[in-house]
Each structure stands twice: as C-alpha cells, then as structure tokens.
C-alpha cells in the first residue's frame, strides 16, 4: 500500500493526495501533523551554509524529504488501521459511492444544509480541490462530507461514505485522553483508500475509535444532544 505520487504536467493533481478517508479523521491529522512538524522544524534549521540566517526558507530536497517522511509515517498508519480492523466488505468506490444528486437529497432529507456538502475526491481516486456539490449532478464520488454547529455548539463532521452516514464531534474529539467517537447508523462504518480507490466496510479497532450506533444521523438529532451528552460520549 506504498504511495504512489503522479508524474507529469498534471503532477499536482491525480493520485498525488493519499489518504485513509475514515471516520477517524482525527488521528489521520495527528499523523499527517507529525509530517507538517517536521517541516517547520527544516524551516526553523534554515540553510546549514556559511552565514545562512534561520529564517531562510528550506530547500526543495528538505520540502521533500519532510513529505516523504510524512507519507511513509501515513501509510504506516493506513497498513496498521486495517490489519487491526474486522473487515466485513471491500468495494469498488468507482460504482460503489453516491451520486451528487443522490447525496444532495440525502443530507437535506436528514435536515442539514445540502449546498454545503462538499468533496475531494473523484469516482475514480483522483484527487481534486475541496468543491461544493450539485443537486443535478449524476457524478459519483467515494465521500461527502460538510461541518454542522449543533445546538449544543458542538461542531460536527458529518460524512457519508459509499452508503454509510456517520457524525464525529470536533472537540469533543480533541480532549486529551479520550479514544476518537463517532455516531453511526450501524456497528460498522466505511472507511476510503484513495490509493487503490477501495472503500472498506469495518468494524473499527477500540483504541482508535468507538462507534456509538444511533437511529438516525440527523440535524435534530444531533441538536438533541446537550454539551454534556456529547462529552460522556
């Protein structure tokens, strides 16, 4: 599952972006922060020749080499996420994700602000800009997501992936000590591998996430939740 980074005039494009869409998209960023720490450490060296100044900025080869050290520690976590996984399905995400117009429908059924769902990935792997959907698009893609303030205040990141609806709360997740949540409509959720474009229907490993399965992944129902029920989760 190494990655694989495009070449060419369309190298800042394609399969240049890897990542492990999951639920879990917190511990992704503590992995992928691990990489950015790394590249602030370069800039903070500067350059080691005679009379450089601290600030100068660090070469192309430091740049990358700070990448790379990112996307092997990434990839390292992508491989120990699944193996550690009880993996139920794989799919192809090419046939497998929704459309536009159906995932439009979707999340303005469940009561939220369908014209801000956005997503960054195409039907097949390629990565592009995060971009706002179209209620008339027949376009598939593997994921969509957008950020919902509930009532309590608490920010959420509702996702859909493939058929699989699930809520993560923001800062509730980012309290030190606690083991990521999420809400989901059942025990598994679906994780996304832009590498081989697959989307992994799963039972998550306990120490990285819990799922706490809800009736319906709503506006109102996340509304329902007080900023004490949303800690205990």
């Known amino acids: 599952m190494s990655s694989r980074r495009s070449k060419g005039p369309d190298a800042g494009r394609g399969r240049s972006r890897r990542g492990l869409l999951v639920v ?18 370069l800039l903070g060296r500067g350059s080691s020749s005679e009379g450089a100044r601290a ?8 740049i990358a080499a700070g990448e790379q050290e990112a996307q092997e520690e990434l990839d390292a976590w992508i491989a120990d996420y699944l ?12 046939t497998a994700g929704l459309t536009e117009a159906d995932a439009y429908e979707a ?25 706002a959907i179209s209620a008339s698009l027949a376009a598939r893609h593997p994921a ?29 997740n980012m309290t030190e000590g606690k083991v990521t949540t999420t809400l989901s409509e059942q025990e598994t959720v679906i994780s ?17 996430l819990t799922v706490h399965v809800v009736e319906s992944v709503s506006a109102s129902y996340l509304d329902s939740l007080s900023a004490e029920e949303v800690s205990a989760l």
């Open 55 to 62: 600030t100068d900025t660090p070469s192309e080869q430091e």
């Open 83 to 94: 193996a550690r996984s009880d993996v139920r399905e794989t799919l192809d995400a090419s």
């Open 24 to 41: 879990c998209v917190i511990a992704a960023l503590v992995i992928v922060g691990a990489g950015v720490a790394t590249a602030i450490v």
């Open 107 to 131: 999340f303005a059924a469940r009561g939220f602000d369908a014209a801000s769902v956005v997503t960054t990935y195409e039907a097949d792997g390629s990565y592009h800009e995060e971009r």
């Open 144 to 172: 969509y997501t957008l950020t919902y303030a509930s009532a309590s205040g608490e920010y959420w990141v509702v996702a859909c992936y493939g058929d699989c609806f699930t809520a993560m709360p923001l800062s509730r």
């Open 192 to 208: 996304y591998d832009s590498e081989s474009n697959t989307l992994y229907r799963l039972v998550p490993p306990s120490d990285e």
